[in-house]
């Protein structure tokens, strides 16, 4: 069946539909990663947005269970350049169309995925209409045109857990484990450590494997409502306080900066992606909209105070305006692509934040030793 994706600037293209059927609005983007599509799907940070992967093979691996980052996909409509209708591995356990139809989320494949990367770089993100029905060039691209974006929109509120909760009280979901040498049917499990630290995780839109790389480094998470008051969390009285990954524009978070003010001196923070973004604009810097975002797991990032450098894997439209953070604020790591800051700390405060995924689902892993670093702020204080 046909399928059309009509960027709001005119761009036409043209391919074959899989997964759902239907029409989606949402700001087009692409990912750079070779792998770990189930895991960009259900990523809570794509809400409102239309993902288009770079990597011309999609699918072939199927999905399963257990690589969700949430309980559901988050993404608009799915644009690749070639399905993989036969998913080739033991931990398969559905196809990717037929995963994507039981969600309701449109894909296209036979897209020039290389065309449209190339036409957002140039031009910057957009809105897109993906539609499979029976719409014309003319009105697909007036759906995209009317459409909502992401700037000025709290897409957080739709994704943050409605309740607070204790993560993974019993230790049954945390564990690192590998599969035995020579047998895909014999996983080995590691065992995770004791607990050392009790942490408040705010839920702006968290990928599970934040919190199984949390509980792997010794902490006890309770996640909380984006909305909870600093005042709430204190009553908790935690060991620290983790920010989290989440959609949408930082500066339509109001709620988010103003407790974080409340927590700034009283806790020791950490913060990564939208968490990163909350912290700037709660020390009273400013963000901006990116021209087409960071996306993918081949980010070089630069730590300053090390001059090593890191290749990262990220997701995020938005980034904070060095020129607008106050002198308490130390930027620590810039993006070598671009220049724009991917990590900064507070020069008196026990606070720091990363622009970038130390979880890394999908990988590179070169972050991680981040949650080891928080642990070590902790203990310091």
Same mark, same amino acid.
């Given at each position: 069946m046909r399928a059309l994706l009509a960027l709001e600037d005119g761009r036409i293209f043209e391919g074959e539909s899989f997964g759902a059927q239907g029409t989606r609005v949402g700001e087009i983007c692409f990912n750079t990663s070779m792998t770990g599509y189930q895991e960009v799907l259900t990523d809570p940070s794509y809400r409102g947005q239309i993902v288009a992967m770079t990597y011309p093979?999609?699918?072939?691996?199927? /999905?399963?269970?257990?690589?969700?980052?949430?309980?559901?996909?988050?993404?608009?409509?799915?644009?690749?350049? !070639?399905?993989?209708?036969?998913?080739?591995?033991?931990?398969?356990?559905?196809?990717? !169309?037929?995963?994507?139809?039981?969600?309701?989320?449109?894909?296209?494949?036979?897209?020039?995925?290389?065309a449209l990367t190339r036409h957002l770089r140039e031009l910057g993100a957009m809105k897109a209409c993906l539609t499979t029905e029976s719409l014309s060039e003319k009105e697909a691209v007036a759906r995209a045109v009317d459409g909502q974006g992401v700037i000025g929109m709290d897409y957080v509120r739709e994704v943050s857990t409605p309740a607070s909760y204790q993560w993974d009280a019993n230790d049954q979901l945390s564990a690192a484990w590998s599969v035995a040498s020579?047998?895909?049917?014999?996983?080995?499990?590691?065992?995770?450590?004791?607990?050392?630290?009790?942490?408040?995780?705010?839920?702006?839109?968290?990928k599970e494997n934040i919190l199984r790389r949390l509980r792997q480094n010794g902490f006890s998470v309770t996640v909380v409502p984006a909305a909870t008051t600093a005042e709430a969390v204190l009553a908790l009285n935690p060991d620290g306080v983790f920010l989290s990954n989440g959609p949408g524009d930082p500066a339509a978070l109001p709620y988010a900066h103003e407790a974080l003010r409340g927590l700034l001196g009283k806790k020791p923070i950490f913060g990564i992606c939208l968490g990163h973004q909350v912290l700037g604009l709660a020390v009273g810097g400013k963000t901006f909209k990116l021209k087409f975002g960071h996306r993918g797991g081949n980010q070089p990032v630069k730590d300053l105070r090390t001059g090593?450098?890191?290749? /990262?894997?990220?997701?995020?439209?938005f980034a904070v305006d060095a020129g607008s953070l106050p002198k308490e604020m130390e930027v620590t790591h810039v993006n070598l692509n671009d220049g724009t800051v991917e990590g900064m700390r507070h020069r008196e405060l026990p606070v720091f934040s990363v622009q970038y995924h130390p979880e890394a689902a999908p990988g590179p892993h070169d972050a991680s030793?981040?949650?080891?670093?928080?642990? !070590?702020?902790?203990?310091?204080?």
């Open positions: 093979l999609i699918g072939n691996y199927g /999905t399963n269970a257990l690589d969700q980052e949430s309980r559901e996909p988050h993404v608009r409509g799915f644009v690749i350049e !070639e399905l993989s209708e036969i998913p080739s591995s033991w931990r398969s356990e559905a196809s990717l !169309e037929d995963y994507l139809r039981k969600w309701d989320i449109p894909g296209v494949q036979g897209i020039d995925t290389r020579g047998n895909d049917d014999e996983v080995i499990r590691q065992d995770l450590p004791p607990v050392r630290h009790r942490v408040v995780a705010y839920d702006y839109g968290i090593k450098v890191a290749i /990262t894997s990220q997701n995020h439209g030793y981040f949650f080891s670093q928080f642990a !070590e702020l902790i203990e310091r204080q």
